[in-house]
């Protein structure tokens, strides 16, 4: 009889003891969370010397939360409105420049494009800035909206609302490559779409907190953007089942009005920054250094907005599977498949004619920024 019971006893301390230690290792601040940044103790248990991307708690042992609001902001973090922006262009680059940047430090960045500035304008600041992610004082907000470049009320809202210091970057692509990029994400949304219409996986869609009055907001803002837009020319896309067919009209003509196209005169919408800002607050990149040699273009980022040196070499390595550059530092991390897609083949008489009519403009946006771009042919 004393024997089972001195075996129970001896299991049920053992067991204790477990539990007790487990309980004590889930309960040490963590040193190493998902990136590998480190973190520190501070009086509310565990701190992060960033609110966003690495501020974490752990009062369930290793499952980490983020902070609340409240915890956020005892701590130092604050949402606020965005020092700088990514305003376009859409298919250069934007995305992998975002994710490139945003493990930096100094850099608090949404998650998603905001699109305050285009099209939920009706929203207001408030709601703006509720988007934003909370923010250390010595850090740059970054917000990324590549609709921003092309959209006619976007530099008047800018300048009004933001600090008249803000900050843009504009990456630009070779124009056919964009075209065709843009075209064959259009074709991928338009799958997905009829699909979801037959059935399948819904369209992932942002729904907006809208009160009545909100909802009257925007359709008037429609009706003006629709306007002034029209008026520039953006905005007014034509996507057939064929690229050539999109870009190219009956006569044989580059259809110039067909946003695919459209988009591509960087220069008519750079002018209308230009006109807004002073020029050494617009950074405009060619997206191929950010191809070829994303640590140089990231510190021509660092260097523009001001940020202390953070990227090296070894922040990045090429992905023989991806055929881009990948973060390999603090996390390794490629661009979704949604980035990189295959190409249709265009035709040498389509491509020479879309090099044609770029080739003015092109020279002209040379003209303007003072600055090569890798897809201009020299005569
Ligand atoms: P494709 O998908 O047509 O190749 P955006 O993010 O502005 O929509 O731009 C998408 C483009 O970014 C891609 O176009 C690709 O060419 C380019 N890009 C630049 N660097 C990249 C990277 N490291 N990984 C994936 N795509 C990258």
């Given at each position: ?35 590998g ?14 609110c966003?991307k690495?501020?974490y ?160 907001k ?10 002034n ?16 067919d ?14 695919l ?93 879309l ?25």
């Amino acid at each position: 009889m004393a024997l089972p019971r001195a075996r129970f006893i001896f299991v049920f301390v053992v067991t204790v003891v477990l539990l007790y230690m487990i309980l004590v290792y889930y309960d040490q601040p963590v040193s190493n969370i998902q990136y590998g940044v480190q973190v520190e103790q501070g009086e509310d248990g565990v701190v992060c010397r960033d609110c966003n991307k690495y501020c974490y708690t752990s009062p369930y042992g290793k499952k980490m939360v983020p902070l609340d609001g409240d915890k956020l902001r005892q701590i130092g973090c604050e949402q606020r409105l965005p020092q700088a922006l990514i305003i376009g262009v859409k298919k250069s680059g934007t995305t992998a420049l975002k994710h490139f940047v945003s493990f930096h430090p100094q850099i608090a960045s949404p998650v998603d494009e905001v699109h305050f500035f285009d099209n939920r304008y009706f929203m207001g600041m408030d709601w703006y800035i509720s988007q934003m992610p909370y923010a250390l004082k010595n850090q740059t907000v970054l917000e990324k909206t590549p609709r921003y470049f092309v959209w006619a009320d976007a530099p008047d809202r800018v300048r009004k609302d933001l600090a008249s210091d803000v900050r843009m970057i504009v990456v630009l692509r070779d124009p056919i490559g964009r075209a065709v990029s843009d075209f064959v994400h259009i074709q991928f949304k338009r799958h997905l779409q009829e699909v979801a219409d037959n059935g399948g996986k819904p369209v992932k869609q942002v729904v907006l907190p809208l009160t009545p009055e909100l909802k009257k907001k925007r359709e008037k803002q429609k009706i003006s953007d629709e306007r002034n837009n029209k008026a520039i020319g953006s905005s007014m896309y034509e996507v057939t089942e064929s690229f050539e067919d999109s870009v190219i009209d009956a006569d044989g003509n580059v259809k110039g009005e067909n946003s695919l196209i459209d988009t591509g005169i960087y220069v008519k919408y750079l002018r209308r920054w230009y006109e807004k800002f002073p020029r050494d607050q617009i950074l405009v990149m060619d997206g191929i250094d950010l191809i070829k040699n994303p640590c140089k273009a990231m510190k021509s980022v660092e260097d523009f907005l001001g940020l202390q040196p953070h990227f090296t070499e070894k922040h990045f390595y090429f992905d023989p599977v991806k055929h881009f550059y990948c973060l390999a530092l603090p996390v390794k991390a490629c661009m979704s498949a949604s980035k990189g897609r295959t190409h249709p083949e265009v035709s040498q008489e389509v491509t020479d004619k879309l090099r044609n009519f770029y080739k003015p403009f092109d020279r002209e946006l040379e003209e303007l920024t003072g600055q090569r771009f890798s897809w201009v042919e020299r005569d």
